[in-house]
C-alpha cells in the first residue's frame, strides 16, 4: 500500500467528516426536500437548539477539511510527473482553498452562535442588522473560497484528465464535488436527509487519489 492510497484512504475519513459537519447547520426534523444553510437572514430554530449543536459542527470541519487538502495536495504531485504547470496551478488553488474554507464555516457557525445570545435581548430584526457586521469581512473569503473548492479544484483535476497528465479513466471525471451536488440535490428533491455536498465531493476526490496512486 503506497503513500497515494494511504492518504486517499485518510481523505475518504475526514472528508466524510467535513461532509456531517454541515448537518447540525440545517433544521432539524424530518426533510423537505428544501433543507438548506442559511447565508443571510436569522433562523428563529436557531435559538431553540443547544449551542453544542454549532461547536460540534465547527470541530468536525476542522478535523475534516485537512483531508481535502492533502488529496488535492498529493493530486498535484502525481500530475507535476505529465504538467508542472497544470500541477502548480493546483498547488496554488489549493493553498488558497486551505483558509477560506475554514473561514466560511466558521462563519456559519459563528451566526447562529451569537444569534442565540443576541436573541435574548433583542428583535430578529436587532439581531439580524448586528450580525450583518460580520458581512464586510466574511464574504469576500467565502467568495474566494466558493471558487477554488467548488470549481478551481475540480476544473484543474478534470482537466488534468482530460489532457492525460493525470492518467486514469476519463470516468473518474465524475468524481467530483459538482456531480455529488447532483445527486444529492436529486435525493433532498425525494426528500431524503443528506450531508455535505462538498464534503461527499471530496471524498469523491479522495477516490481518484487512491486509484491514481495505484
Known amino acids: 500500500m503506497n503513500m497515494y492510497v494511504v492518504f486517499g484512504i485518510f481523505g475518504i475519513i475526514s472528508n466524510l467528516a467535513a461532509a456531517f459537519a454541515d448537518v447540525p447547520l440545517i433544521k432539524p426534523g424530518k426533510p423537505t426536500g428544501n433543507e438548506k444553510i442559511t447565508l443571510n437572514g436569522v433562523q428563529p430554530w436557531w435559538a431553540e437548539v443547544p449551542e453544542k449543536r454549532f461547536k460540534v459542527s465547527f470541530w468536525l470541519s476542522f478535523l475534516g477539511q485537512p483531508g481535502a487538502y492533502v488529496v488535492l495536495w498529493l493530486l498535484a504531485d502525481l500530475i507535476s510527473k505529465n504538467n508542472a504547470t497544470l ?3 493546483l498547488r496554488i488553488n489549493t493553498f488558497i482553498s486551505c483558509y477560506t474554507g475554514l473561514l466560511s464555516h466558521l462563519y456559519f457557525c459563528l451566526r ?9 435581548k ?10 450583518k457586521a460580520i458581512n464586510p469581512v466574511a464574504n469576500i473569503p467565502m467568495l474566494i473560497a466558493g ?3 467548488w470549481f478551481g479544484g475540480t476544473i484543474i483535476v478534470a482537466i488534468a484528465i482530460i489532457t492525460g497528465a493525470l492518467e486514469v479513466s476519463k470516468w473518474c471525471l465524475l468524481l467530483n464535488p ?12 425525494c426528500k431524503v436527509k443528506v450531508i455535505g455536498a462538498l464534503g461527499v465531493g471530496y471524498t469523491l476526490i479522495s477516490v481518484l487519489l487512491i486509484i491514481a496512486g495505484m
Open 112 to 120: 447562529p452562535l451569537l444569534y442565540q445570545k443576541l436573541s435574548k
Open 147 to 149: 471558487l477554488t473548492l
Open 122 to 131: 433583542m428583535s430578529d430584526d436587532e439581531s439580524e442588522e448586528v450580525l
Open 87 to 89: 500541477a502548480m496551478v
Open 178 to 189: 459538482i456531480v455529488a451536488v447532483i445527486v444529492l440535490m436529486a435525493l433532498k428533491k
